[in-house]
């Protein structure tokens, strides 16, 4: 390819283009040479007459930016600046290619308005492509997090009743267990295993960001809280941690899928339990207006840290903790939602974290 045949150039006079054959390089590079590297002197600028340039970064592992073809520019902010390039080319096939030296060019085109426009719409054409490229990678890489960090979610939730399953099976195998250890351990399991396809169900309802089948009917909110603190006190009871009624729930009724209820109250005691590595208290508190119910977790951890109070529901929010992600407290508000309700989250002086949450009565 000529010089007068590279699209950057075609617009140029003729006495332009002379000059600029004046002062052009023509250079050759075989396959897997080398026509700068990363981090010397920005030089000059360069046009592929033939073959085919890459573009990378990185020594040990190469991470191509572009691949430019006959009548394409490259090492072009040497134009601009005068600093290390910040990337290395290479041949990538039997290469010629015309260097124009940077001093020699900027004369030029301080002389040729043609050229200088040209130039400075190719430097904005491949900074917009390279911020395009960019951005596109930082996305790949965020979702790769997320992933990851949905994966530890689950796994961080499924680990009590897993380990609960773990533990009845070895009451249940003990030579000297009894027929009502046994049928107890069994209960046990299969209640654990019924949670952990409700906890399944729930993020596949969460992930799709729609309400779900659930079915919803009414509801003893008294009956039920009762019936769920003995299974909240086994569970939180293997971390040195106590679950106490501060007043008795109102004999209201409420719409709810009970499961789906459940798992809000589950979560809320795993993060009491989560801020309390030493062992500690659970307080659960009601209240009803003749409207609404409204029930309160209140822990005796540290409280909630100012920099993740306006995050806590927001997906994957987490702060100081080696595990989970904060997934736990986005089902809770899907599921609290779901049932017409609304959850908060508030710290006091002197208090740990207090969650409460509402749920509208039947009518």
Known sequence: MTLEAIPLLQSLPQAELEALRQIAQERAFPTGGEIFQEGAPGDGVYFVRSGLVEIYSGKTERRIFSRLGPGEIFGEMAIIEHQPRSAAA??????EVYFLPREE???FIQRSP???????QQISHRLREFNRLHLRELVQAETLAVIGRFAQSIVHDLKNPLNIIGLSSEMSGWPSATPEVRAKAQKAISKQVERINDMV?????FTQNTRGDAEFKPCDY????LGLVD???????????KVELKNNPPAVTVLSN??????VLFNLAHNAVDAMPNGGEIFLR????????VTEVEDTGPGIAPEIADKLFQPFATHGKTRGTGLGLSICKKIVEDHGGKISARSEPGRGAIFAFTLPLAK
């Open 222 to 225: 008294h009956e039920f809280i």
């Open 114 to 120: 043609g050229i200088a426009f040209a130039l400075l």
């Open 105 to 107: 060019l900027l004369p």
């Open 201 to 205: 169900s729930d993020i596949l309802i």
């Open 231 to 241: 299974d909240l006190q086994a569970e939180v009871k293997l971390k040195s941690v």
């Open 286 to 293: 009601f209240q009803s207006d003749g409207k609404e119910v």
């Open 90 to 95: 290479v041949a990538a096939v039997d290469t």
């Open 258 to 263: 009970r499961r789906r209820l459940e798992r």
